[in-house]
C-alpha cells in the first residue's frame, strides 16, 4: 500500500540530511505553493461504495449520510483553505441526488471526514450512481490537483429488496407470500431490520407472536382508516388466539356461537379469509346465514381432526362449536368416526348401530337428535362416542367422557323411532334391527 506524507519543517530537514548528508535540499515531489487534494484510500475497489435504502427501513429515512476520507497533499498552512468538491453522472446509470457541504481544511488540518447526503432513489429496483470529484481548476479552490487516480469516488445508490423468505417454506402458514410491502410493514411493526433471520424466522413461539401482533395492527388499522383498503394478507392460524373481532355482532354470535378464536380460524380458513378481506367476508351480516352454514361444514371437519388428535368427547364442544338449527339444512362432511380409519375399529362400533352411511341418513340423525336435545345442548359427537384407544393410539374405543356405548344407544333409539314414525318408503336408507331395552 502506497502512503503519501504531508511535511512540516522537521520532516523535510530530516529527509534532507538522508539524502545529502550536509547539503539542505527540498524535494520536488509537488508545489509547495500549489498543495493538493485526494480521496484516502488504497485500492481501486476502494473508491466506490453502494448505499441501499432497503437497509435501513426504520424510520423511512428520506436520506442517507456516507462519510469519506479525504487528505492533502503538501505543506501545512497557517491558514484556513477550501477544496471544491461536484458531482457529475456515470456513465450508464441515472444519476443519483447527493448533498455536498462545504470542504475546508481549518489550519494545521491535513486529513478529514466528508459527510454526504445521499437521497432515497425516486424508483425501486433501479440502480443509480454519482461521481464525486475535486475540481481544482474552480475560481473558488484553494487547493490544486491531488494523487492521480484518487480524485475521484463513486456512490452507487438504490432501493432494493430480496425476498426475506420463499413459498415453499413452513412459515409461511403465519406470515403468508413475502412481498416487499408486507417485508416493509413487519420490520416498522418489530422495530427490527433484522426480523427475518433464520433463527427468527424457524421458531415457532416467535412466527406466532409476529401473526397475531401483525393481525391486531391491521384490524386496528381498519378501524381507524375504515375506507382504506388493507394490503397485507397475513393468514389467520389455529395455532394463535385472536381476540373478538370489531365486526362480530348479535347475529354472529346466534348462529356461529359465542366468539372462540378456534372457531374463527376455522371459519376463515373454510371461506379464505385472511386480513386483506376479513372485514368483507365476515363482517357482512346480511351473510350471516351462509356463513353459519359454512361454519357447520368447518365444525364437521375440525371434529374429525379431533379424533386424530386424541381429543375426549366432553373436550369438543369447548374446542369448537357452532350452534346447529333443525329448520336448517346443512351440508355435511362423513364423520371418520364412522369409517375405519386412522382410528381402527371406529367405524365397525358405529355401524353396528346406524348401520351403512349416507348422507341423506347422517341429514336424518343430524335432525332428529337435534329436535331431540335442542340446540344449545346439542353436540355432533354425542351421536358418534367413540376416541383413540388410551393403551393402543391405532385402535377405538367407546368414549366414556360422553357416556360411550350407552350413549350411542340412546342415539340409536331416537333415530330408529323417528324411522320407523314415517310411512314406509319415505327414506331410502335403513336402520339395524336392535334389541335394545
Not at 346406524?354 to 336424518?364: A, I, L, M, N, R
Request: aromatic residues 16%.
Amino acid at each position: 500500500m502506497k502512503r503519501f506524507y504531508q511535511y512540516t519543517i522537521t520532516g523535510l530537514l530530516s529527509m534532507a540530511f538522508l539524502a545529502t548528508s550536509c547539503e539542505k535540499e527540498e524535494p520536488d515531489f509537488y508545489d509547495k505553493n500549489e498543495n493538493g487534494v485526494y480521496f484516502d484510500y488504497a485500492g481501486q475497489e476502494e473508491f466506490q461504495t453502494s448505499v441501499n435504502f432497503a437497509d435501513h427501513v426504520l424510520g423511512n429515512p428520506q436520506e442517507l449520510k456516507v462519510e469519506l476520507d479525504v487528505k492533502l497533499l503538501g505543506y501545512l498552512m497557517e491558514n484556513d483553505r477550501k477544496a471544491v468538491l461536484k458531482t457529475k453522472p456515470v456513465e450508464g446509470y441515472p444519476e443519483a441526488t447527493v448533498t455536498i457541504p462545504d470542504v475546508v481544511f481549518t489550519a494545521e488540518e491535513s486529513e478529514k471526514k466528508v459527510e454526504i447526503t445521499v437521497a432515497r432513489p425516486q424508483e425501486r429496483d433501479t440502480e443509480y450512481a454519482v461521481c464525486l470529484y475535486f475540481d481544482a481548476d474552480d475560481a473558488q479552490s484553494q487547493l490544486g490537483h491531488g494523487i492521480k487516480g484518487k480524485e475521484e469516488f463513486v456512490i452507487y445508490v438504490e432501493e432494493t429488496y430480496t425476498p426475506a423468505w420463499t413459498d415453499y417454506d413452513w412459515f409461511v402458514m403465519y406470515i403468508g407470500t413475502w412481498t416487499v410491502d408486507k417485508h416493509i410493514f413487519f420490520i416498522n411493526l418489530t422495530q427490527d431490520n433484522n426480523y427475518a433471520s433464520t433463527s427468527k424466522l424457524n421458531d415457532w413461539y416467535t412466527l406466532c407472536d409476529y401473526n397475531l401482533r401483525a393481525v391486531n395492527a391491521l384490524r386496528q388499522q381498519r378501524v381507524e382508516n375504515p375506507d382504506e383498503p388493507i394490503t397485507i394478507d397475513i393468514p389467520f392460524s389455529s395455532d394463535n388466539s385472536y381476540a373478538k373481532p370489531p365486526y362480530w355482532g348479535e347475529s354472529h354470535d346466534k348462529y356461529l356461537g359465542n366468539y372462540s378464536s378456534s372457531l374463527f380460524a376455522s371459519l376463515a380458513s373454510a371461506v379464505g379469509a385472511n386480513t386483506t378481506n376479513e372485514f368483507e367476508l365476515l363482517g357482512d351480516e346480511n351473510a350471516v346465514m351462509d356463513l353459519h352454514k359454512t361454519a357447520v361444514k368447518a365444525m364437521m371437519s375440525q371434529y374429525n381432526n379431533y379424533l386424530y388428535w386424541g381429543y375426549k368427547g366432553n373436550n369438543y364442544k369447548s374446542g369448537t362449536w357452532t350452534p346447529m338449527y333443525a329448520e336448517m339444512e346443512y351440508d355435511v362432511v362423513k364423520p371418520y368416526h364412522w369409517e375405519n380409519t386412522w382410528a381402527y375399529g371406529a367405524g365397525d362400533m358405529i355401524s353396528q348401530y346406524y348401520g351403512e352411511y349416507s348422507e341423506e341418513k347422517y341429514k336424518f340423525m343430524i335432525k332428529t337428535w337435534l329436535e331431540k336435545q335442542g340446540t344449545e345442548n346439542f353436540v355432533l359427537i354425542q351421536m358418534f362416542p367413540v376416541c383413540l384407544s388410551t393403551y393402543d393410539w391405532w385402535s377405538a374405543e367407546w368414549d366414556s367422557t360422553i357416556g360411550g356405548e350407552d350413549q350411542i344407544k340412546e342415539c340409536y333409539k331416537a333415530f330408529k323411532a323417528a324411522y320407523d314414525a314415517a310411512p314406509a318408503g319415505t327414506y331410502s336408507f335403513t336402520f339395524p334391527e336392535l334389541n335394545i331395552e
